[in-house]
């Protein structure tokens, strides 16, 4: 449909009451051509609800500042209060038009009709939009617009479970969107960003404007019509057998029909007359992956790279083989490859960021999935990409925004609500991360990260039980890493079961891939070292001084440290130990880091608790003497304890 008759469509159904017809043509209008402002207005009027309509408007006055029917489509939502200049500014017709129109043809100059009529529709434009708005919306409170803010604004107040506050991403990150509410998910994310879209050509093509049925074969394969495409195809064939792109769209079809023996044969005549031609090489190892996807990566991907260096859709057939066998190092070498080669597709840098994140590398996955999410905002992976960098970057008020647009447009995806509760955690709303873990769970009842998050959540609450519980449950579920030790210890210790909170801790020592974290452990040791019966002041004291002594350790363990030693050394000053001792071992970190705080404190800290004192369990003071035991005689020495 032209353009211009869709338009006149679109304004017809609107004014007909069909306001799912006109939502509809203005959405492709929209796709189309997203900054004219005129499309903008009309969208308004027909989509579901108060917030979208400010939305569209919002949208329309960023084209045009002084559009005069957004303006007062605005006021009329309530979500306006302009000041007088730019009231005075909508109300105005512009001199010219206001000359032409009240003075009437000047002596000795034609009269402008089209300056009168075009006044005259702009002032029924008006009067129209606003009948629609005022008749279709309910009168009642309206919300602000989410509006595409400055990135340096700072979203405020509690997000609740509908309507999360979101936090924009500054602006060295180059995202400015507005994040996506749950009720709004409906809505195609492309209404919601300034986007050009462009259509994305048929691999392997070569105009051929003499061959008919190539270019009708090329249409059906475009909507899906492959037994259209054979008989077209074959027809091309007959006027020029030596079409190669011609016999690899045969084989395209072929494999969408499930017809594996006769795709391959379509790729070998393709391949047999360019040698040279790439498409054909990865529709047969395509071919070869989809009949047997346990085994190896097919020969015939690496050589259609080799023929076309910038074929995309090798790099992501590359990068889907890698993924589910978790081989994130030549995930990341393949999809670097395609991006040294000069594409620039945001897929490309999205894909990037997924196997940098899961190699613990959460800088360049965070750089690299604001590069693919700001080039094209609608691809919804992008948000997770940026939102799961950021959580373990533990920038977590930054995070929720990305990840509440995520999970608005993927609800089910357990990944997403997983660092959704965890960023959640993180800003110290226990209550909704609790929520959220619940529907992750209740999406994939055996995501063992999700059990890890939760088991963080009972601890906050005071529940150290239940915590520990939750922490079996991911233990039951997924690998042993430093976070599953470290809280299992933190929650042993909490319940008094001393002995069993040393060997997990431990049992953390020897899974640590980061110094802070290696400094949580010896606070942590420390603690269970004063709690022992007897207790055990002298190794206490000495792991409280490697915390001291570690320059990576947290402002807040530092603190605790030097508060316990004033309390076990008093008079003496803080001593520095001699040496820093150093992990056993540093494996490459899994990405489970949840954040986690000492009990009611929302400070958003990644494990350390800014007070280790909890509401409930044992006091980790010197002199408290606890019933359970480490057991036997203990002579501390300067002698890292075992698995440290």
């Known amino acids: 449909m032209a353009t211009q008759t869709m338009h006149t469509e679109a304004i017809a159904a609107a004014r007909a009451g069909d306001r799912a017809r006109a939502r509809e043509l203005f959405t492709r209008l929209l796709r189309a051509d997203s900054a004219n402002a005129e499309y903008w207005v009309w969208m308004s009027s027909v989509v579901n609800s108060e917030r979208e309509s400010i939305y569209c408007l919002e949208s329309a006055l960023k084209l045009d500042p002084t559009n ?23 109300s105005r017709v512009p001199r010219r038009l206001v000359a032409a129109v009240a003075t009437g043809p000047s002596i000795g100059r034609k009269f402008d009709w089209r300056l009168m009529v075009g006044s005259i529709i702009g002032l029924v434009l008006v009067a129209l939009v606003g009948t629609i708005l005022v008749s279709v919306i309910r009168p009642r409170g309206y919300a602000p617009a989410p ?38 998910a409906g809505t195609p994310l492309i209404e919601f960003v300034v986007s050009t879209p462009t259509p994305t050509p048929v691999l392997g093509v070569t105009p051929h404007p003499g061959i008919e049925a190539y270019s009708a074969g090329v249409a059906a394969f475009i909507r899906g019509d492959y037994e259209e495409t054979l008989r077209l195809m074959e027809q091309a064939l007959e006027m ?13 079809a ?10 391959v044969a379509a790729y070998g005549l393709a391949i047999s007359i360019n040698p040279d031609y790439a498409p054909p090489y990865l529709g047969r190892g395509l071919v070869v992956l989809e009949n047997d996807p346990e085994g190896d990566l097919p020969e015939d991907i690496s050589r259609a790279l080799e023929r076309d260096p910038l074929l995309l859709e090798a790099y992501l057939t590359m990068a889907d083989y890698f993924t589910p066998r978790h081989l994130w190092i030549p995930m990341g070498q ?7 080669a000069g594409l620039t597709t945001p897929i490309l840098f999205i894909r990037l960021s997924e196997a940098q994140f899961y190699r613990g590398e959460y800088e360049a996955a965070l750089e690299n999935g604001i590069e693919g999410s700001a080039s094209d905002a609608t691809i919804v992976e992008g948000y997770l990409a940026i939102g799961q960098a950021y959580v373990e970057l533990e920038s977590f008020n930054t995070a929720i925004w990305p990840l509440g647009t995520y999970v608005a447009y993927r609800p089910e995806d357990h990944r997403g609500l997983t660092f959704l509760a965890r960023a959640q955690l993180g800003i110290g709303d226990v209550d909704l991360a609790m929520e959220t873990l619940n529907r992750a769970l209740a999406a994939n009842d055996r995501y063992a990260p999700a059990y890890l998050a939760r088991g963080q959540a009972y601890l906050l609450q005071g529940e150290h039980q239940t915590a520990l519980e939750e922490f079996g449950n991911a233990r039951r579920y997924g690998p042993q890493s430093f976070d599953l030790s470290f809280f299992t210890g933190r929650a042993q210790y909490l319940l008094g079961n001393y002995g069993a909170a040393l060997r997990s801790v431990n049992q953390a020592m020897n899974e640590v891939a980061d110094r802070r974290d290696t400094a949580d452990c010896y606070a942590l040791r420390a603690l269970i070292y004063e709690s022992t019966t007897p207790p055990l002041l002298g190794d206490a004291i000495i792991n409280w001084e490697w915390v001291i002594g570690m320059p990576e350790a947290r402002p807040e363990m530092r603190a ?40 009611g404190s929302p400070t958003p800290t990644s494990v ?15 002199t408290r003497t606890p019933t359970p035991t480490v057991g036997g005689t203990h002579t501390p020495t300067r002698t890292e304890p075992v698995g440290s």
């Open 147 to 184: 509006t595409l803010r400055p990135a340096s604004e700072t979203a405020t107040g509690v997000p609740t479970q509908t309507t999360p506050t979101f936090t924009p991403i500054p602006a060295s990150t180059r995202i400015l969107r507005t994040p996506i509410l749950a009720e709004l």
């Open 254 to 263: 072929y494999r969408m029909l499930d017809q594996p023996g006769n795709a």
């Open 608 to 622: 350390a608790a800014p007070t280790w004192t909890p509401t409930s369990g044992p006091t980790p003071t010197a």
């Open 240 to 252: 020029d057998p030596e079409l190669a792109d011609a016999h690899y769209l045969r084989g395209e």
């Open 560 to 599: 605790l440290a030097d508060a316990h030693l004033a309390n076990l050394q008093p008079g003496e000053p803080t001593r520095t130990p001699s040496r820093t001792p150093t992990p056993s071992r540093t494996p490459s970190r899994t990405p489970s880091r949840t954040a986690t705080l000492g009990a």
């Open 334 to 340: 393949a999809l670097q490859a395609g991006l040294d």
């Open 68 to 90: 005069r029917a957004a303006l007062r489509g605005l006021v009329i939502l309530g979500a306006r209060r302009p000041e007088q200049a730019d009231l005075s500014a909508a």
